[in-house]
């Protein structure tokens, strides 16, 4: 039976967060949903990959795992687990355990609702966050130049939980770093986007792999390219045949 919702997890080195976060996702999914998880191991130096293997011999059946050949980021991680899925639609998490898998039914709930019929894109938002001051002020800073410049109207377009559908992501232009602009393309696509409130945890094991540097400066450039390909592209022209 394929699913109905596959569950896609970027990690890069996170030997210590995968099999507790995969253990969660079973627990907020078994029994409510057909679901798969699928773990793309974005060139993990560490465990990361063997943690997998052995979370899912270990009674994880649900759980995919995906290997990337050299780090390409997490765009490209996202990318790679939705093409590879098998759910019509996805719910994404962070792989380092701050997102809580116990969310996810709330985004479905969110979808299923007749007032967001045709939405395809439902965004988690983080109201109480639990970072670092540094992570916090970079989000902030990120999140306030992306929403000002783009007026999506998305009050966090990095929190790493969503829900979207899966033929209308992988129809957007790709590139790296687009994991951060996915209400303004979805909107380009001619969809509405839908926050729904989520919990936030602190980071218990491993490391961080954002900055200041790499959430806000690396992405100027994109952001002035995805301005541009909202100016350039009008969504919902009607088409008929004579």
């Not at 995919?64 to 093409?83: D, I």
Request: hydrophobic residues 45%; contains cysteine.
């Amino acid at each position: 039976m394929n699913p109905e919702i596959s569950v896609v997890v970027p990690v890069c080195n996170e030997v210590e967060n995968l099999a507790p976060l995969a253990r969660e996702i079973a627990a907020a999914l078994r029994g409510r949903i057909v679901f798969e998880m699928i773990f793309v191991d974005d060139g993990s130096t560490d465990g990361t990959a063997q943690a997998a293997l052995q979370a899912r011999a270990e009674g994880l059946t649900e759980l995919r795992l995906l290997r990337h050949s050299f780090r390409s980021g997490q765009s490209a991680a996202v990318r790679s687990g939705t093409v590879a899925a098998r759910g019509p639609w996805i719910a994404t998490l962070d792989g380092d355990g701050q997102n809580d898998p116990a969310d996810i039914p709330a985004l479905i709930a969110a979808r299923d609702q007749a007032q967001n019929a045709g939405v395809m894109l439902f965004m988690g938002n983080r109201v109480s966050r639990r970072d670092t001051w540094l992570r916090w002020l970079s989000s902030r800073i990120a999140n306030g130049v992306r929403g000002g410049m783009l007026g999506d109207g998305t009050p966090d377009t990095g929190c790493g939980i969503k829900l979207y559908h899966r033929e209308t992501f992988l129809a957007l232009p790709a590139f790296d770093h687009m994991h951060r602009f996915l209400p303004a393309l979805f909107q380009r696509a001619g969809s509405k986007v839908v926050s729904i409130p989520v919990s936030h945890r602190p980071r218990t094991r491993g490391s961080s792999k954002y900055g200041l540097h790499n959430r806000l400066w690396v992405g100027i450039v994109d952001l002035f390219g995805v301005m541009w390909l909202r100016a350039r592209y009008k969504a919902g022209l009607d088409v008929t045949e004579s």
